[in-house]
């Protein structure tokens, strides 16, 4: 009998330490998915800025900015990609359309 409230006491023990974990866990993933989310933003910004700036006249067609405007499209659209892999967003738009049935 004295076994079992040992090992009682060990196992509630043991997952106390392990909600706690996972809680930390949780607090850090959702923490770096909004600041890959913040990141994105920043670089669209960045890449509509580039874009008003290719449109100017006095820059209008300028390889140089072409190229950047591109690598940054590139960059954004990659982040874009790495963010919806962390997303927690997209199990809730699957819950959303399970509910909804087959279209």
């Known amino acids: 009998m004295i076994t079992l409230a040992i090992l009682l006491v060990l196992s509630i023990g043991v997952n ?9 866990l949780t607090k850090q993933f959702l923490f770096f998915t909004e600041s890959v989310g913040e990141l994105e933003a920043a670089l669209g910004a960045f890449d509509a800025h580039l874009n008003g700036i290719h449109e100017l006249e006095t820059f209008y067609g300028d390889d140089t900015l072409g190229g950047l405007i591109a690598h940054s499209k590139t960059i954004v659209d990659r982040i874009g990609d790495f963010y919806d892999g962390f997303s927690l967003d997209e199990e809730e738009e699957d819950e959303d359309e399970d509910l909804d ?3």
């Open 16 to 24: 106390l330490l392990l909600v706690w974990y996972c809680r930390r």
């Open 101 to 103: 049935g087959p279209a």
